[in-house]
């Protein structure tokens, strides 16, 4: 049986969200999902979830409602996200709080959420209890992961070891339990399963260190937002760990004055950081720890025993997003 290719993959994820009935009153609660999902993206959590289904010989319709539930589900926490951050783009887009107001972001999130949860309800009997269980268990681990950003914007001493358990679990668990789902509901042994999670843990904490590196290096044409956001908000980013620990004396504490500015203009306040990162060299020690994650998600799905044309697709996929501009 031949493989479905990523952008097929694509296609059917689409497909399955155009499928899905926002035509409901009230307009308020139901138009900003109709928003935020035609915005698009790369939904690569969907299509995680049905390629590792078909890499285990699964059928794929079968996971189309994981699928579902996993886009449904990330598109609620950018939603709350959004307001958390004070984001005001997302995808050169409004964000859902700027076109509408906090109150509808919220609340329409909330309602995503639990449309998530039911989507689940029709997956196979057979697999629908562990689905459910790995499910909620992710769900709860990505509400830690965003606490312990929000605390963090609190501290002054985050580690690199804080920060890495943090975006494990606002990030990674998330892409991990993707492809788990899709194992599961392809029958793969336990064993495999875990193999898979493993490789979506590695594959997302490499995803995050290359977003910390965007805000800085990326273009904002393709980035989809303003470039520096995380440096004028003093966000604790893998770059401003490294640089706080890498800086010499004087470094140190030109650094630490623009973190406890109170009045600057953004663009000065960002070309003075970005400067300090690139005299740090922490734009090469983030993107060693990304290649070091990289080759243990290829070290998991090596260890995976099925042939290695239908582990292409992954890997296909892990490659493009270890080298994305956006």
């Not at 919220?106 to 697999?127: H, N, R």
């Not at 998330?174 to 788990?180: C, F, N, R, T």
């Not at 004087?250 to 203009?265: A, I, Q, S």
Request: aromatic letters at 8%.
């Amino acid at each position: 049986m031949a493989l479905h290719s990523l952008q097929e993959m694509l296609i059917l994820v689409n497909s399955a969200i155009d499928g899905l009935d926002f035509d409901k009153k009230p307009t308020r609660l139901y138009e900003p999902i109709r928003y935020i999902l035609s915005m698009g993206g790369k939904r690569i959590r969907p299509v995680l979830c049905l390629t590792a289904c078909e890499l285990f010989g699964g059928d794929i319709q079968k996971a189309i409602p994981a699928a579902l539930s996993l886009e449904l589900f990330h598109n609620f926490t950018l939603l709350h996200d959004d307001i958390m951050d004070k984001a005001e783009k997302r995808r050169n887009m409004d964000c859902v709080h700027i076109k509408w107001n906090e109150n509808v972001a919220i609340l329409s999130g909330d309602a995503m959420q639990i449309m998530a949860f039911d989507c689940l309800k029709t997956l196979p009997e057979s697999v629908m209890r562990e689905c459910i269980g790995l499910f909620n268990k992710t769900a709860v681990e990505v509400c830690e992961g965003q606490q312990f950003d929000m605390d963090f914007e609190q501290q002054s001493d985050v580690t690199e070891a804080e920060y890495m358990e943090m975006i494990r679990l606002k990030t990674g668990v998330l892409l991990a339990a993707s492809l788990k789902l899709g194992a599961i509901i392809a029958k793969a042994s336990p064993e495999e399963a875990s193999l898979m999670y493993d490789f979506g843990i590695h594959v997302g904490l490499a995803f995050q260190l290359q977003d910390d590196l965007l805000d800085v290096y990326g273009d904002t044409t393709k980035f989809g937002k303003k470039i520096g956001g995380d440096i004028t908000t003093n966000k604790k980013t893998f770059l401003l760990i490294q640089a706080l620990r890498k800086a010499d004396m004087k470094t140190r504490r030109e650094l630490e004055r623009w973190l406890n500015m109170t009045g600057f203009r953004s663009e000065e306040k960002i070309a003075a950081v970005t400067a300090i990162y690139d005299r740090t060299q922490v734009r090469d020690i983030c993107q060693q720890e990304m290649e070091l994650h990289y080759n243990k998600a290829l070290d998991c799905i090596g260890a995976i025993s099925v042939s290695q044309d239908r582990k292409e697709p992954l890997l296909k996929l892990a490659a493009s997003l270890m080298n994305r501009t956006y």
